[in-house]
């Protein structure tokens, strides 16, 4: 199966939509994400464009041009209202509840429980 094919499906399950929801919000039919889900038939750009709106990536991805599904900005300005993004990949994490800073000891039993998990799912 494609990469296009299979990041569509994946994200729209991840959605929790159905192929007849994913089909509503882009104005398709049911029939036609099927046939994109199993490589049956190839979405063009403008309908790549509004299945990745519709799920809330980017086109780069559902294409596998990248594997971060998250969208970014690219209009140099930062609208990402001061939350923070965490890269689970990274050894040292910085974390704050309610603004204040945690405790050394409260940060490596979160680091240690995330990697845990992390091993869990490989």
Do not use: C, W
Not at 4 to 12: E, P, V
């Amino acid at each position: 199966m494609s990469v296009t094919a299979d990041r569509i499906k994946k994200l729209r399950k991840q959605k929790k939509l159905t192929q007849q929801g994913l089909a509503d919000k882009i104005e398709a039919s049911r029939d036609t994400i099927t046939k994109y889900e199993n490589a049956r038939s190839t979405p063009t750009l403008a309908m790549l464009s509004l299945i990745a709106d519709a799920l809330d990536t980017t086109v780069e991805y559902l294409q596998g041009k990248t594997d971060n599904a998250l969208k970014t900005s690219h209009n140099g300005s930062d609208d990402r209202d001061d939350k923070k993004y965490v890269d689970l990949n990274d050894d040292e994490l910085i974390m704050s509840f309610e603004g204040k800073e945690l405790s050394e000891d409260y940060k490596q039993a979160i680091i240690a429980m995330l990697k845990t998990m992390r091993e869990g799912k490989k």
